[in-house]
Nanobody
Framework: QVQLVESGGGLVQPGGSLRLSCAAS????????MGWYRQAPGKQRELVAV???????NYGDSVKGRFTISRDNGKNTVDLQMNSLKPEDTAVYYC???????????????WGQGTQVTVSS
Protein backbone atom coordinates (compact mmCIF):
# COMPACT_ATOMS: atom_id res chain seq x y z
CA GLN A 1 0.00 0.00 0.00
CA VAL A 2 1.08 3.58 -0.62
CA GLN A 3 0.52 6.13 2.13
CA LEU A 4 0.64 9.85 1.46
CA VAL A 5 0.98 12.22 4.39
CA GLU A 6 0.48 15.95 3.89
CA SER A 7 1.62 18.78 6.10
CA GLY A 8 1.80 22.55 6.04
CA GLY A 9 -1.79 23.71 5.80
CA GLY A 10 -3.26 26.43 7.96
CA LEU A 11 -4.69 29.92 8.12
CA VAL A 12 -3.03 32.75 6.20
CA GLN A 13 -3.98 36.28 5.28
CA PRO A 14 -4.62 37.28 1.67
CA GLY A 15 -1.35 37.93 -0.10
CA GLY A 16 0.51 35.58 2.20
CA SER A 17 2.36 32.34 1.51
CA LEU A 18 2.18 28.73 2.60
CA ARG A 19 4.18 25.64 1.71
CA LEU A 20 2.57 22.23 1.58
CA SER A 21 4.59 19.03 1.75
CA CYS A 22 3.65 15.44 1.01
CA ALA A 23 5.67 12.31 1.68
CA ALA A 24 4.97 8.89 0.22
CA SER A 25 5.71 5.80 2.22
CA UNK A 26 4.79 2.15 2.32
CA UNK A 27 5.37 -0.63 -0.15
CA UNK A 28 5.65 0.35 -3.77
CA UNK A 29 7.82 -0.30 -6.79
CA UNK A 30 7.80 3.13 -8.35
CA UNK A 31 5.97 6.45 -8.48
CA UNK A 32 5.21 8.27 -11.68
CA UNK A 33 3.34 11.55 -11.41
CA MET A 34 2.76 13.37 -8.15
CA GLY A 35 0.62 16.37 -7.56
CA TRP A 36 -1.87 18.43 -5.65
CA TYR A 37 -5.60 18.81 -6.04
CA ARG A 38 -8.04 20.85 -4.01
CA GLN A 39 -11.70 20.85 -3.14
CA ALA A 40 -13.65 23.79 -1.81
CA PRO A 41 -17.06 23.38 -0.13
CA GLY A 42 -19.75 22.72 -2.70
CA LYS A 43 -17.28 22.39 -5.55
CA GLN A 44 -15.64 19.54 -7.41
CA ARG A 45 -12.07 18.53 -6.79
CA GLU A 46 -9.79 20.40 -9.18
CA LEU A 47 -6.21 20.21 -10.36
CA VAL A 48 -3.75 22.52 -8.66
CA ALA A 49 -0.43 21.24 -9.99
CA VAL A 50 1.21 18.02 -11.07
CA UNK A 51 4.79 17.04 -11.78
CA UNK A 52 6.21 14.03 -13.59
CA UNK A 53 9.19 12.02 -12.43
CA UNK A 54 11.20 13.90 -15.06
CA UNK A 55 10.16 17.27 -13.69
CA UNK A 56 7.56 18.35 -16.23
CA UNK A 57 4.90 20.45 -14.54
CA ASN A 58 1.31 21.39 -15.23
CA TYR A 59 -0.73 23.94 -13.31
CA GLY A 60 -4.37 24.81 -13.01
CA ASP A 61 -5.16 28.12 -14.67
CA SER A 62 -6.14 29.82 -11.42
CA VAL A 63 -2.76 29.23 -9.77
CA LYS A 64 -0.34 29.80 -12.65
CA GLY A 65 2.34 32.29 -11.72
CA ARG A 66 1.57 32.05 -8.00
CA PHE A 67 2.15 28.39 -7.07
CA THR A 68 5.23 26.27 -7.69
CA ILE A 69 5.38 22.49 -7.45
CA SER A 70 8.59 20.55 -6.85
CA ARG A 71 9.55 17.01 -5.96
CA ASP A 72 12.42 14.97 -4.62
CA ASN A 73 12.42 11.60 -6.36
CA GLY A 74 14.95 10.15 -3.94
CA LYS A 75 12.79 10.99 -0.94
CA ASN A 76 9.43 10.44 -2.67
CA THR A 77 8.21 13.86 -1.62
CA VAL A 78 6.33 16.61 -3.40
CA ASP A 79 5.98 20.20 -2.24
CA LEU A 80 3.71 23.05 -3.22
CA GLN A 81 4.86 26.61 -2.63
CA MET A 82 1.85 28.90 -2.62
CA ASN A 83 2.41 32.66 -2.90
CA SER A 84 0.05 35.61 -3.28
CA LEU A 85 -2.74 33.57 -1.76
CA LYS A 86 -6.32 34.66 -2.32
CA PRO A 87 -9.52 33.87 -0.41
CA GLU A 88 -10.64 31.74 -3.36
CA ASP A 89 -7.66 29.45 -2.72
CA THR A 90 -9.40 28.30 0.45
CA ALA A 91 -9.95 24.56 0.18
CA VAL A 92 -8.82 21.16 1.36
CA TYR A 93 -5.66 20.28 -0.53
CA TYR A 94 -5.00 16.66 -1.40
CA CYS A 95 -1.72 15.06 -2.36
CA UNK A 96 -1.86 12.56 -5.20
CA UNK A 97 0.58 9.97 -6.48
CA UNK A 98 0.34 7.64 -9.44
CA UNK A 99 2.25 4.54 -8.41
CA UNK A 100 2.54 0.82 -8.81
CA UNK A 101 3.14 -1.53 -5.93
CA UNK A 102 5.12 -4.17 -7.81
CA UNK A 103 6.99 -4.24 -11.11
CA UNK A 104 4.06 -5.94 -12.86
CA UNK A 105 1.24 -4.08 -11.12
CA UNK A 106 -1.01 -1.63 -12.87
CA UNK A 107 -0.56 2.05 -12.17
CA UNK A 108 -3.01 3.32 -9.55
CA UNK A 109 -3.84 6.67 -8.00
CA UNK A 110 -3.32 7.18 -4.28
CA TRP A 111 -4.54 10.08 -2.16
CA GLY A 112 -3.57 11.72 1.08
CA GLN A 113 -6.08 12.58 3.79
CA GLY A 114 -6.08 16.26 2.87
CA THR A 115 -4.92 19.41 4.60
CA GLN A 116 -7.00 22.54 5.10
CA VAL A 117 -5.82 25.84 3.66
CA THR A 118 -7.80 28.90 4.69
CA VAL A 119 -7.06 32.33 3.27
CA SER A 120 -8.83 35.00 5.27
CA SER A 121 -8.20 38.31 6.97
Amino acid sequence: QVQLVESGGGLVQPGGSLRLSCAASGTFFSINGMGWYRQAPGKQRELVAVITVGGTTNYGDSVKGRFTISRDNGKNTVDLQMNSLKPEDTAVYYCNANARRFWNSKWSDYWGQGTQVTVSS
